[in-house]
């Protein structure tokens, strides 16, 4: 049976990447009578500007990093909940550089674990699908909650381990912890290093856009938004100890969504480079997301992929001056791996 949960005062912990800052922007439109502290290192993926504009009685950022056990101890008393984004996210980069994300990922996700046991703090993990490995491209079956761990890259085997210490804080020290592993998300904010950001803002700069190896490789694209509402959905009724899959039904092999980036912005279909591919590439990922559509009533809002991601292409159209100080830096380190 779901549990009722009416959280007043949150920690989210990376409120300032991508998706943890939806998440916070999602909060302060549908929950005012909540209090979001934002506990954010701010690393090259975290920007202030994603909320910014926020009402200062709901929202306050505080500058820190995750793995800081006393500043964890002097700012988490008083919340209620910990909602933890904070990670190192891009696979890429932790095949050149894995130390950071054994450090955030797993270190950071300890520290949270034992600030939550020692103030019995309701805790949220938000974690990603690529725990589970990979499909093959033809094989009839999506990834389910008790699916085996079999992670491929440096950076899902960090979340792969943050889970598994999650899943025993809980069963060992009573963590009252949900998890919920999330397939690919797209949108507004979402970092310039990302596939379709980069594809976008590659034509807005006239750079040609770079697809890996075969281009066949199938990812499960959700829209952000509908990852923040099925985030709180876990948080207010999920079964504590539980593991929940959030994923929008939305498959679509690289080749084809950057095709329908090229036609969204009046671009050629061959109007791309073929480039390296990137080292054990997981193959094909594909959500069962029955559980939390069963138990907890979600179903995603944004269902049309085409609209989600004419509107995401318009967002970047219209930001430049969001993404254009990362751009250069970004295609340096792409064009340095030959990517
Ligand atoms: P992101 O890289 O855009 O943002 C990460 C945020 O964490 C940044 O604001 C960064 O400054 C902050 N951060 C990094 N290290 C920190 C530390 N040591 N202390 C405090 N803050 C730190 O990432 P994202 O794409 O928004 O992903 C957020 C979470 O969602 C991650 O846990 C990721 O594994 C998970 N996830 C992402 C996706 C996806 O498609 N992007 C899908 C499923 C799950
Ligand atoms: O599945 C959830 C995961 O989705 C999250 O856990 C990760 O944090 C998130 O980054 C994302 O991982 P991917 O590796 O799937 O996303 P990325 O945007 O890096 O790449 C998507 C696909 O596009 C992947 O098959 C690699 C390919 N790609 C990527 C880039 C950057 C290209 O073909 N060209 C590119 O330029």
Redesign the pocket.
Known sequence: MSESFEPKNIIV?????????NFVRWMVANHPECHVTV?????????PKNIAGLPESQVELVV????DADLLDRIVPGHDAIV???????NDNSIFDPE?FV???VV?TYRLLHVAGRYDIRYHH????EVYGDLDLDEPRRFEPDDPYKPSSPYSST?ASSDLLVRAWHRTYGIRATIS??????GPY??VE?FIPRQITNVLCGIRPKLYGTGKNVRDWIHTED?SRAVWDILAKGRIGETYLIGANGERSNIDVLRSILSAMGQPEDAFDWVRDRPGHDRRYSIDSAKLEDELGWRPIHADFGEGLDQTIEWYRDHESWWRPAKETTERKYAAQGQ
Not at 84 to 90: L, R
Request: glycine residues 14%; hydrophobic residues 20%; charged residues 15%.
């Open positions: 912990t990376g409120g300032c990447g991508f998706i943890g800052s506990l954010d290192k701010l690393t090259y993926a975290g920007n820190g990093d995750i793995c933890h984004y904070a990670a190192e996210s891009h950071p450090r955030t990922n950071g938000v974690s990603t699908d979340k592993n999330c397939s690919n998300n797209y979402q970092h990302k990852h």
